[in-house]
């Protein structure tokens, strides 16, 4: 037989440990909301590639972003190794997948190596900015 202090405590502990599993599911569930604000749109993948070597100048770079961009706020540039900019200026933002970045580059870069620089602002209004290579050698 169960004494009324003993049968207390049971149920008393029963009863924390319900409110302390209410309390952790709550704080999981906002760590949970809060995960997609933390996204920021980051490059997802890019042709030329990251640090790749084509064999032929390629017409136009190609990014993938993991979220989408606001058009009028994402910029693209490619420079030569001398920092003299081989892109004709026109970057856009695809209008079948917000999430594409391009711009046309000038007719049969010489080799040598390319740096691509972009900057944009996803639609979550955080701006992100990088660079990465690629090396023409035909």
Excluded at 1 to 13: H, K, P, Q
Excluded at 73 to 80: E, P
Aim: charged content about 15%.
């Amino acid at each position: 037989m169960v004494s009324g202090s003993a049968a207390f405590r049971a149920t008393s502990l029963a009863n924390l440990l319900r409110r302390q599993g209410r309390v952790v599911l709550a704080a999981a569930a906002c760590v949970l909301a809060a995960a997609p604000a933390w996204a920021h749109g980051q490059l997802e993948s890019a042709q030329p590639a990251v640090d790749s070597t084509v064999s032929q100048s390629p017409q136009r770079v190609q990014i993938h972003f993991t979220e989408r961009l606001e058009p009028k706020l994402a910029s693209v540039s490619v420079r030569n190794a001398i920092g003299q900019r081989v892109d004709d200026g026109k970057p856009v933002v695809s209008p079948a997948d917000s999430r594409i970045l391009s711009i046309g580059l000038n007719p049969a870069l010489p080799a040598g190596t390319y740096r691509v620089e972009w900057a944009i602002t996803a639609v979550d209004t955080h701006r992100t900015k990088g660079q990465y290579n690629f090396t023409v050698k035909p």
